[in-house]
């Protein structure tokens, strides 16, 4: 019997660039997809820790030859693999459902609009139970404001943003799409199912951070998810890793991403909000904080400001300060390397930390998190507005030129004002009493350039 070269299944995750991502498709091989016997659009079974599903569609011209597979950031929580690991690929036969039940992803989110709406943005898209999936969609705001009072302030009731949703069930069971005959019902209450990986945050969050992400990555993610590679080579993976930039940079989101990724528990805790509690208490709580990440390893705790924990102790009068300072050494001491626990900590002030913090076994790497160039501030304002509609007259390289200096959350609070702006626009056309908001409405909304102008004049 002749030898036939057939081309594993097993194909190296890598990452779906953003003008791709969020719609359901993966690129694949051209080799593999012949074998298969795949033609583009054609739905594929995507297998690591979950199996999820996705259209196959050609691979870039530059990753010919290579044996990977490019998900974007929600495909690889739902198939519950990062970068670098590697998942099985299958042809399957998808079914169109007749049911899909799906509810918000986090608990912050009100979604309002039409199921047909819903059916409408989902049609042709491939998934299965369990599976998270991005919508354009808008979310509730200004929700615990007395109404009248929110009318009063002509503050808006809703903005548009990306939200996310789980698949809670599908009809028949299995990889199913969505077609003209499904029914699509929504759950307007968020659900969590124990086990289920967060995803508000994954890499693709994340704008102006590549090497950044490769660092940490390399730092916090391989060790937590591979202790034994660390054992096998007899090295210590870092026990803590200090981030310092500006406010707004994205620290805090980063190591969030990190921790998801990872498919690590977070722990955060804000350095302010320890201190300055009752007499001994400060301690307390940082104790029982590793306490509890150490039982819910692998585990990364992200201690915000950590100079208002851990100031230089000759610069510190009171003895509370000072026992803080200890006692966090003394937990940064007392981890186990295997432990699978890492302790982030970020601050805009390094200078003013105790520099004991800073030895070997302690905080004994650093990643500087500068301000975004312009590159970066793009790549920024297209995560923004990623849930989006933008009028054709938006020109997010010339935003991106137009705003420098700003950070993350400048970008941030821009685009979600300027979004604003549109709302403001079709209010009137809005009957407040009523729930949802009449699809015609919805369609014709649009954030156009001149919101951006106004955003920015505020
Ligand atoms: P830091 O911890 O550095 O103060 P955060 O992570 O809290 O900053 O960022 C605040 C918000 O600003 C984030 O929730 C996000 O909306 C936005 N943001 C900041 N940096 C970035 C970035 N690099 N990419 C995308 N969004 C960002």
Redesign the pocket.
Known sequence: MADVETMTRRLQVANLPPADSGRGVARLPLKLMNELGLQEGDVIEIVGKRTTAARAIRPYGDDEGLNIVRLDGLQRVNAGVGSGDFVEINKVNSKPATKVVFAPASNNVRLQGSSEALRRSFEGRPFTEGDIVAIAGHQRVNADMPEHIRQMLNAPAFALQEVRLTVVSTTPKGIVHLDAGTSVELLPEFTKRDGERRADVTYD?????GSTIDALREMVELPLRHPELFQRLGVDPPKGVL?H????????????AVANESEANFFHIAGPEVMGSAYGESEKKLRELFEKAAAAAPSIIFI?EIDSIAPKRDQVSGEAEKRLVAQLLTLMDGLEPRQNLVVIA?TNRPEALDEALRRPGRFDREII?GV?DEA?RR??FG??TRGMPLAPNVDLDALARRTYGF???D???LTREAALEAVRRIMPKIDLQEVSIPPEVLDALSVESSDFDDALKR
């Open positions: 969050d994340l704008g102006g951070m981030l930039g500006p406010p707004g940079t994205g620290k805090t989101r980063l190591a969030r915000d970020a998190i975004p970066g790549e920024i995560i923004h950070v993350g959350a970008i941030a609070a």
